[in-house]
Each structure stands twice: as C-alpha cells, then as structure tokens.
Nanobody, 117 residues
Framework: QVQLVESGGGLVQAGGSLRLSCAAS????????MGWYRQAPGKQRELVAV???????NYADSVKGRFTISRDNAKNTVYLQMNSLKPEDTAVYYC???????????WGQGTQVTVSS
C-alpha cells in the first residue's frame, strides 16, 4: 500500500501563487511517476503535470509556463508550484503515484484550490 498526503491548497486571488506538496509513504518503488490531477465541479479529472523518478516531465497545455512540478526522491515528495493562477484553475487537486510495472494508481485525498477573480 502507498499513502499520499497532500498539503498547500487554499484560496488565492487571480494572479497569485500557491505551492502544493505531496508526501508518499509505504510501498513506493524507486521507479515511479508522481503527478497532479485536478477535478473541477461537473468536469472530469484531468492531468495537470507528471514527473518521473528519472526527471521526465509533462504538463497540460493549460498550465505550461505557469506551473512547475518538481520532486525530491530522497523525501518521496512531489511539489507543484502554481503561479499566475486563474479562476479556471479552481478545482480539487489530487496527487497521484504510479509505480512502474504495475497497473494500480494511488491517489491522495485531494486539496482544494480556489482562485477568486
């Protein structure tokens, strides 16, 4: 089992910044992908950004140039620095971990990000 604990969500005005953190514990592999997804009311969950344990990164087009994902492998922690936030970034943000060679994804409990206009 893998446990993911997120922190850092909150309320911010448009143009502001927030930093999300997600710490993993339990049966984590040294080879995995960690990422962030988000789900707005009435919408499907969507990928925001993902980073592998070897450093490859992918971003959703909607956040490129504004969000930065990073990780500390020694701490099994992934971060999402969100700058120039927009009201459309409002959503519950979920941390995700996928060990390579497995089919089961792990999810955090979610953290609310609200951007006011």
């Amino acid at each position: 089992q893998v446990q993911l604990v997120e922190s850092g969500g909150g309320l911010v005005q448009a143009g502001g910044s927030l930093r999300l953190s997600c710490a993993a514990s339990g049966s984590t592999s040294s080879r995995n992908d960690m990422g962030w997804y988000r789900q707005a009311p009435g919408k499907q969950r969507e990928l925001v950004a993902v980073i592998s344990s070897v450093g490859s990164i992918n971003y959703a087009d909607s956040v490129k140039g504004r969000f930065t994902i990073s990780r500390d492998n020694a701490k099994n922690t992934v971060y999402l620095q969100m700058n120039s936030l927009k009201p459309e970034d409002t959503a519950v943000y979920y941390c995700n971990l996928q060990n390579w060679g497995t089919t089961r994804p792990y999810w955090g409990q979610g953290t609310q990000v609200t951007v006011s206009s």
